[in-house]
């Protein structure tokens, strides 16, 4: 899946010690193992022999100070607290005070603490020991099973006992083949489904376990017997009991059941849009990843449980139907419906099915043995040639790349008009965004390389994730870190125009920035509730896991990687893996003296990433390691080590990959000799490696001075990493303020895009830190010394087409910093091409400047209604995402409220926006807080809307928050947050905003004064 997100996160830089979300507790959180409801503190039941949590029904449940004293019990009894119930605790507790009544009539103060001590814990000992064979907690106290485990299990919907206690399902039984038959009806929004599933029972089991969410079962039957179907809700688990232990062999179930299309994003969801003509038009279409393949169809929804479809579809004659595989044939049906049937399918994950009912166009053209179509709905027929050109040439890299051809016959790739990921790469049925595959006549090269990564991280994944696939969602870097690597790989080799590599440095970037909170967490992870699963899908996935590959590919010598991605791709062929079987995939190719495990485990079992200090003396280098946490203070990982391929380059050589050279860190600490020739160093070639460089004092001065005396000296990427890691530094207080100033100072020389849009972001982001605070007199000066040192770039930029995509990336950077500050011209020459625009049809505004000049023109009541009705009607997709983007961008507190309102109820503006429409307003002064009033009042219906834990819900929390820098705002999210009971306090986002929150007041707190004097 692709996360929509076309800009770099919002600062998640500065730091503070984080007394609220310290490191993973050492006692069992009952809210991160329980599912993704609130638990009733009445049905909570807990069993010491196994330790294993049991959970029944639904309700509230917060700790109180009591209870947080009873958990402190239980620890010092050895157990991992699993009861948040008051009732037990009273049990509990009126058992020791017993104890206590009994024991002693004269001490003396210090005996009987010693007494009191020692008989508590032997009482407490006696208490386990005697009640562990036989006894289970639960509200009443212990009670005595004899035995018999059945108190144990959740009550099903029926109130009946469920025969299974875990999130994940069993193992006994796995899927062979799935029958689907459905049948969506698009005016009442309903579908009736049969689904008929060949299982094969590979231990023996009384029971079948399957998932199954917000459906009606009509009827089922085993073998053609109707059995019954008992349900468990919280875990969207169904289940048929049996009398007898059923056979190792295969079996027959089937399921009748009707259910409602989805109003949300994921599942079986309706989608609706309006043509040209001022019709409403609606259709059907699934998004199953992670956990919905259950809302359409009852399945074994978890990736390794991989198994066969067959699906059919029942339509009406307008629509045309569209699955994973090519179509087998099409069957009148009496009331003048018609079924179309699909091919059996390749053995796949539930997550990956797809089913489309719609009426859309297309076109096809054929790549190998395989037939490639773009379809899009028909008004934007003109918009889909370069989505077929650019699939037809990336299938062609990657079959030839990883000798494996793609299997299926036929690829769709499809553009919905209400799609809330980026896109999802359903194996055979490609679903998009509108804006993340249709191209207008007037788009740009920009919108071009979107279009691009997107498809080639789409196909990428027809390999990696649908041909092979991760376990279990833990591992989900495994799909998405490889997608994401295999997206810039193969465009830098397909689109060299694309100057795609700018792009893949400034994702290192924000990785790195997201990475260095404590609250970030290891790249292969722990998961098990929906929330968690959903969390996943975030920068250390994505982002990271392409960083680190990218750092093992430009280790290992030439054409290894590529050789032992092959072979991980051959021996794993359409089943599932771990981290560890494409490490030793990789391992067993290497020749080098390297072991691939052994160094890939360090980059993903540990979070965070190493800081390496570098520090001269004459000849002698030392290099230390340490984890590098923006809040460095609070530290508590002092131990973690990093096998780090660290490379460096230096004065008289820097340019080539062949100056390159590379030691491998280990350690803390190590020395490495040098020529006394030898001028200046420079580590991290590149920015190919995951971690950043502190130099000695004279170790920056000296790369500054080269600088200064030749701005050539060091490649584009060289540059914007310095610049990159010195703002890091800063934040985390390495070096001053007045140090990062002294660097920036040589980039008024600077012509390339990668390090002046670096040093744009970096100081943009201060520069609106100051903007929130009032800081009114040094946003001023801030404005001040952007002039100066971009001034004469910004005049120098024309307002014409333009075709370099480096080009238009530093131009738009640039002009949008000019025009929001008011630097120079800027607002005039925007406001006279948009008028231009407006009265002349034939005028083009690049689309590069389309965003700028658009923003400008949204600041007055004329230009914001002109753009509004250019937003309602036009069917150029990124034309429309920029001036949504204008709109939103207005200081109009009126119309910054209804645009709030109008995107969340998805009546003029689409509810996938709302996530881009509250991270714009939220940069401007006018709305920032506004905005965050309106997600506070409406977090209820946004949970509707948007999965807890999901990309969008990240991205909503993040871009609210992360302007704040001040005590009450911190204490305001903080009581916001922790009113949002376990479901969605506990996420970790909402740590990530936290922490947050309490960088940015240190920063604040630390820099104001160095920028009074400095600035
Ligand atoms: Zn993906």
Not at 488 to 511: G, H, Q, W
Not at 750 to 778: C, V
């Amino acid at each position: 899946m692709e996360s929509f997100e076309s800009e770099r996160a919002p600062l998640p830089r500065n730091m503070i010690e984080n007394s609220m979300f310290e490191e993973e507790p050492d006692v069992v959180d009952l809210a991160k193992e329980s599912p993704s409801y609130p638990i009733d503190s009445d049905d909570v039941v807990y069993e010491p022999r196994s330790s294993r949590l049991l959970v029944r029904g639904l309700g509230e449940n917060d700790l109180d100070e009591d209870e947080e004293d009873y958990e402190s019990s239980a620890r010092l009894l050895g157990m991992s607290f699993m009861n948040r119930s008051s009732n037990q605790r009273s049990a509990a507790s009126s058992y020791t005070r017993q104890q206590h009544s009994g024991s002693c009539t004269k001490p003396s103060t210090k005996t009987m603490v010693a007494g009191v001590l020692i008989l508590v814990l032997l009482a407490s000992l006696v208490m386990v020991i005697y009640f562990v064979p036989g006894c289970t907690f639960t509200r009443n106290g212990c009670l005595k099973t004899n035995s018999s485990m059945d108190s144990i299990y959740p009550i099903s919907t029926s109130g009946e006992l469920f025969p299974w206690t875990e999130l994940r399902l069993p193992p006994s039984v796995h899927p062979v083949h799935y029958n689907i038959s459905l049948h969506p009806n698009l005016t009442n929004m309903t579908f009736q489904g049969s689904v008929s599933i060949l299982v094969e029972v590979l231990h023996e089991t009384k029971n079948i376990v399957l998932h199954s969410s917000d459906m009606n079962i009509t009827k089922a039957t085993f073998e053609n017997k109707e059995v019954h179907v008992l349900e468990y809700k919280p875990w969207q688990q169904i289940a048929i009991k049996f009398p007898e232990e059923l056979k190792k062999g295969q079996y027959v179930l089937n399921i009748n059941y009707t259910a409602n299309l989805s109003n949300s994003y994921d599942g079986f969801y309706n989608s609706s849009y309006v043509d040209t003509n001022g019709t409403k038009r609606v259709l059907a279409a699934t998004q199953f990843e992670p956990l919905a393949a259950r809302k359409a169809f009852p399945c074994f929804d978890e990736p390794a449980f991989k198994s066969t479809f067959t699906i059919k579809m029942t339509r009406e004659r307008k629509y045309i139907s569209l699955s994973n595989m090519p179509k087998v044939k099409t069957t009148d049906l009496k009331n003048g419906l018609q079924e179309d049937e699909f091919e059996k399918s390749v053995k796949m994950s539930t997550y990956l099915v797809a089913f489309i009912v719609a009426e859309f166009i297309s076109v096809s053209k054929n790549v190998s043995k395989t037939t490639v179509s773009v379809y899009a709905v028909p008004d934007k027929k003109d918009q889909v040639q370069y989505a077929l050109e650019t699939a037809g040439k990336l299938l062609d890299f990657y079959n030839t790349f990883f000798e494996n051809d793609y299997p299926l016959s036929k690829l769709d790739l499809v553009a919905i008009p209400d799609f809330l990921a980026g896109a999802m790469e359903n194996w055979g049925l490609i679903t998009f965004r509108e804006t993340t595959l249709l191209v207008g006549s007037n788009s740009s090269s920009i919108d071009k390389q979107l279009v691009t990564s997107v498809i080639a991280h789409e196909l990428a994944h027809q390999w990696f994730g649908n041909l092979v696939t991760m376990r279990w969602w833990n591992d989900l870097w495994l799909n998405e870190g490889f997608a994401t690597y295999m997206q810039y790989m193969s465009i830098e080799t397909v689109f060299p125009d694309l100057d795609i590599d700018t792009e893949f440095l400034n994702v290192r970037f924000k990785a790195l920035g997201k990475d260095a909170l404590n609250s970030s967490h290891p790249v292969s992870t722990v998961v098990s509730t929906p929330e968690q699963v959903e969390e996943m899908f975030d920068s250390v996935s994505y982002e990271k896991g392409a960083s680190i590959l990218l750092m093992l590919n430009t280790t290992l010598k030439d054409g290894q990687f590529r050789k032992g991605v092959i072979e991980y791709l051959q021996k794993y062929n359409l089943s599932n893996t771990e981290s560890e079987d494409l490490w030793n995939s990789l391992s067993q190719v290497s020749k080098q003296n390297l072991s691939v495990s052994e160094m890939m485990n360090t980059w993903t079992v540990q979070k965070g990433f190493p800081l390496v200090t570098v520090k001269r003396n004459g000849t002698r280098v030392t290099l230390t390691q340490e984890h590098f946490l923006l809040n460095a203070e609070n530290s508590t990982d002092s131990s973690s080590l990093w096998h780090i391929p660290l490379t460096y380059v230096n004065d008289s050589c820097n340019h080539l990959s062949s100056c390159k050279q590379v030691f491998h860190l280990k350690n803390k600490t190590a020395t490495l000799k040098l020529s006394s020739q030898v001028k200046w160093l420079k580590f991290n070639f590149r920015s190919d490696g995951f971690y950043i460089v502190q130099y000695d004092e004279e170790g920056w001065s000296d790369l500054i001075s080269a600088l200064k005396e030749d701005v050539n000296v060091l490649s584009s990427k060289d540059k914007a990493a310095l610049i990159n890691n010195i703002f890091a530094l800063s934040r985390s207080d390495k070096v001053t303020f007045r140090q990062v100033l002294n660097l920036t100072d040589y980039i008024r020389n600077e012509t390339a895009t990668a390090p002046l849009t670096e040093a744009l972001f970096q100081l943009g982001q201060i520069y609106r830190l100051l903007d929130k605070r009032s800081e009114l007199n040094l946003a001023s000066r801030m404005t001040s010394y952007i002039d100066e040192h971009f001034g004469s770039l910004m005049k120098n930029q024309s307002w014409n087409l333009e075709s370099s995509v480096s080009k238009m990336t530093l131009r738009s950077a640039l002009l949008e910093m000019a025009c929001s500050l008011d630097i120079g011209d800027c607002r005039t020459q925007a406001k006279s091409l948009f008028d231009q625009w407006i009265s002349n049809m034939t005028t083009q505004i690049p689309s590069d400047l389309m965003r700028t000049v658009f923003k400008v023109a949204a600041q007055t009541d004329e230009g914001w209604g002109k753009l509004l009705e250019t937003y309602k009607h036009s069917i150029n997709d990124p034309e429309k995402r920029k001036t949504l983007q204008a709109l939103a961008s207005t200081q109009d507190v009126r119309k910054i409220i209804w645009i709030l309102q109008n995107s969340l109820d998805g009546s003029v503006i689409q509810t996938q926006e709302f996530p881009l429409v509250i991270n714009t307003i939220c940069k401007n002064f006018a709305g920032y807080l506004y905005a965050w009033d309106f997600v506070k009042e409406n977090w209820d219906k946004i949970i509707q809307k948007f999965p807890v834990g999901s990309f969008a819900i990240q991205s909503i929390i993040m871009s609210a928050t992360s302007q704040f820098s001040t005590k009450t705002h911190l204490i305001e999210a903080q009581n916001f947050f922790s009113s949002l009971g376990t479901k969605g306090s506990q996420m970790r986002i909402v740590q990530e905003a936290i922490e947050t929150i309490k960088l940015n007041m240190r920063w604040m707190d630390n820099n104001l004064n160095t920028l009074q004097r400095w600035l």
